[in-house]
């Protein structure tokens, strides 16, 4: 069965960094994209990076891009999302998505998801 946890969530202040991860289990990550989306109350679950198999990172959200880095490391089945400079607008829940072999900003096309951990950037 294959499960997906994440941790590392929390509340943070305007500036600040979290360090998500996503446990994988029930099958090996090495020939798989993961992904990372984010839903706010009352918004649409969004894309906001993915690494692909071969270590490629693409980029869903602009906003992103030069404070968000996502790292895998196989040998523990996990996934992480380092989130600098944290802004309000990140408030969210964070979910970790796989399921197939490339990276593509549409979550219907992802089969497995995690349950979510909650960021809340806010002073």
């Known amino acids: 069965q294959v499960q997906l946890v994440e941790s590392g969530g929390g509340l943070v202040q305007p500036g600040g960094s979290l360090r998500l991860s996503c446990v994988v289990s029930?099958?090996?990550?090495?020939?798989?994209?993961v992904a990372w989306f984010r839903q706010s109350p009352g918004k649409e679950r969004e894309g906001v990076v993915c690494?692909?198999?071969?270590?490629?990172?693409?980029y869903f959200v602009k906003s992103a891009k030069g404070r968000f880095t996502v790292s895998r490391d196989n040998a523990k089945n996990t996934v992480f999302l380092q989130m600098n400079s944290l802004k309000p607008e990140d408030t969210a829940v964070y979910y970790c998505?796989?399921?197939?072999?490339?990276?593509?900003?549409?979550?219907?096309?992802?089969?497995?998801w995690g349950q979510g951990t909650q960021v809340t950037v806010s002073s």
């Open positions: 998505a796989t399921g197939r072999s490339f990276c593509v900003d549409n979550d219907h096309t992802y089969k497995d």
């Open positions: 029930g099958f090996s990550l090495e020939d798989d994209a």
């Open positions: 690494i692909s198999s071969g270590d490629a990172i693409t």
